[in-house]
């Protein structure tokens, strides 16, 4: 199945990567005190 010659597995791909930017870019929003060192190290 095919979306204007594009297939659905490759816009499946492009939206989780583009919720993932969206949801490390909030997170780059927040104060780094919101975060503790520990967990953004890893």
Do not use: D, F, Q
């Amino acid at each position: 199945m095919t979306w204007a010659g594009v297939p659905v597995i490759y816009l499946a791909a492009a939206g989780l990567v583009a919720m993932a930017l969206l949801l490390t870019w909030r997170l780059k929003k927040r104060p780094p005190s919101a975060l503790p060192e520990a967990a953004s190290s890893s």
